[in-house]
């Protein structure tokens, strides 16, 4: 099978205001990757003596592939960075987190008060017999604890697994059992849209089965009197009561694993990527200051819980590291009413957004009038992470959230590559549809099997040709399946994902190469399509998928959600497929197209393909534990 393929490229661009390149810390985008370029350890230990380390490195890195280290030998702690190094400055009295409620309520913890209560509750897990190396899993809502909790973790050295809140009591035992978890932090309950959460009940029914747990702390959200029962569970508040705010940051080797994180698994079973301390803590910190171009006074919000990797580096370890106050909140964006988290960022005045292009359609599914009703001057720079950001999508966050103003960073990485790895750095052209170039620091390419890069307008696979120090180092348990991300494409790390570049290489990312469909022998990219049904005004959201066809091998079937004010009718699908054809020609055209109200997703917003299709094939839909509800 020939798996390149044309894929149409426009040209339409948005240049920022010069004044954001003028103050950039990248200000020259193409002078920093030639610097790179021309000397990769001495760009990447320049970045690295930003911090703070306990002992140098011998080596900034040692390559026998597929397996690096980074900063060999050195010593160091996460969180000495994250904490320590500001409370001894003019930023102790800085807000680390603010935090809203589900119900609106709000908590501020300063840096100094942040350092306390996770000097406090590292100390309370050593005195519960938890240290260097121990599996720690969290499983909590978005509350500031979790946050600490993750925090407590890596000041001891132990791992922490965060598995997100939402998830039920079966990919909790999972992922519980597969990285032998000592200890487990979890809450009563979590709240969700005016909704109570029994997060207990469900960890109790996965602790039922999860014998490598000796201790299990819990915080008491809901203020019920019921005490902790069994004698291996311990209250979150009293262990940090009777532990004293100083607890040293322990010496790491670089190499050391600081987490355990399992991926969205929208295309296959979910694999415990392991990061370690000191790459990783590099990596995230140098592209939270570079590409959100984070400045002292700035508040950052991502919308990304703490249990996806979004939220590991880009609510907890980079901003952290870098010194800004992050804004976190356990609410969700249509709740009570679609303007919330506009209203977020008009009260906390909210300087840089970071979501994902499952809330942007979302959003635009409700309409302007929302946005419009509230205070977004505030906002600087916007973000796009977790799927393409389809035009359509692009021109709406652009036109009516950064009414044109704020640059948009739509940054391509994954939980693997533990921090961004493609996106179009602050200050240069924006292509929308396309997630920009590789970042100084990283070497990307889009080639075919063989590893030749293919020529502009011929998609391909999106490869990582040299490592990088946030890199992922195995996956937990099955060292095998880590090899075979370097082993696809010979000497290259294969993302598993499509993508184009054009004449001045930016990257366009055209979805998951599981998602690929090959109609009458033309390969095309999942997101292609879909874009071009988003980009017609009756729809919110598209997924299609490959049918086998006798015929043409495949035939594509879409799914369409409406925007409010539509309804379906034969007349619009007619019109949905000339739209397609128009756009894209005929060979792209769905064959099928089906009205749902909703597109099954996983939990962190993905849309699962392999789940329309299961269903439509009527075939086993494989592992869907992390499928929404
Ligand atoms: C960070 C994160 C990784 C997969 C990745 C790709 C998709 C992420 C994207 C994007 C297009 C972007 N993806 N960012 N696709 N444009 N800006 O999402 O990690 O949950 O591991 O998912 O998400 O398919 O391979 P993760």
Known sequence: MNETF???????????????????????????????????????????????????????????????????????NITYNCLDRHVTSERRDKPALIWRGDGGEERTLTYQELFEDVSRFARGLVSLGIGKGDRVCIYMPLVPEQII???????????????????????????????????????????????TIPLKEIADEALADAPSVEVVIVLNRSGSAA???????????????????????????????????????????????????????????????????VKDDDILWCTADPGWITGHSYVVYGPLAAGVTVAITEGTPDY??????????????????????????????????????????????????????????????????????????????????????????????????????PIPGVVADVVDREGRPVPP???????????????????????????????????????????????????????????????????????????ALVSHDAVAEAAVIGKPDPLKGNAIKAFVTLRTGYTASDDLTAALLKHVRDQLGPVAVPSELEYADRLPKTRSGKIMRRVLKAKELGIDPGDISTLEE
């Open 149 to 195: 909790a993750m925090l407590a973790c890596a000041r001891i050295g132990a791992v922490h697994s965060v598995v997100f809140g939402g998830f039920g009591a079966g990919a909790l035992r999972t992922r519980l059992n597969d990285a032998s978890v000592k200890a487990v932090i979890t809450a009563d309950v979590g709240y969700r849209r005016g909704k």
């Open 227 to 293: 005490k902790p029962g069994g004698d291996r569970e311990v209250d979150f508040a009293d262990l940090m009561e009777r532990s004293a705010p100083d607890c040293p940051a322990a010496s790491m080797d670089a190499e050391d694993p600081l987490f355990i994180l399992y991926t969205s698994g929208s295309t296959g079973t979910p694999k415990g990527i392991v990061h370690t301390c000191g790459g990783y803590m590099v990596g995230t910190y140098y592209t939270t200051r570079h590409v959100f171009d």
């Open 457 to 531: 307008g011929t998609g391909g696979f999106l490869v990582i040709k040299e490592p990088w120090p946030s890199m992922m180092r195995t996956v937990h348990g099955n060292d095998e399946r880590y090899c075979t991300y370097w082993n696809t494409i010979p000497g290259y790390y294969t993302a598993g994902d499509l993508a184009v570049k054009d004449e001045n290489g930016y990257i366009m990312v055209l979805g998951r190469a599981d998602d690929l469909i090959v109609v009458a022998g033309h390969n095309i990219g999942t997101a292609e399509v879909e874009s």
């Open 336 to 437: 009570p009413d679609p303007g919330a988290f506009w209203k977020m960022i008009q009260d906390l005045k909210v300087t840089i957004f970071y979501t994902a292009p499952t809330a942007i359609r979302m959003f635009m599914k409700h309409g302007e009038a929302w946005p419009e009703k509230y205070d977004l001057t505030s906002l600087r720079i916007l973000g796009s992470v977790g799927e393409p950001l389809n035009p359509e999508a692009f021109e709406w966050y652009y036109q009516v959230i950064g009414k044109s103003r704020c640059p948009i960073v739509d940054t391509w990485w994954q939980t693997e590559t533990g921090m961004h790895m493609i996106t179009t750095m602050i200050g240069e052209p924006m292509l929308p549809g396309f997630a920009g170039k």
């Open 6 to 76: 044309d894929v149409k490229l426009s040209e339409k661009h948005y240049l920022p205001d010069p004044r954001f390149r003028e103050t950039a810390w990248t200000p020259d985008y193409t002078a920093a990757y030639q610097a790179f370029l021309a000397d990769p350890e001495a760009f990447w230990d320049e970045i690295a003596r930003e911090l703070v380390w306990f002992e140098p490195w011998d080596r900034v890195r040692e390559w026998n592939a597929p397996y690096a280290r980074w900063f060999v030998n050195a010593r160091l």
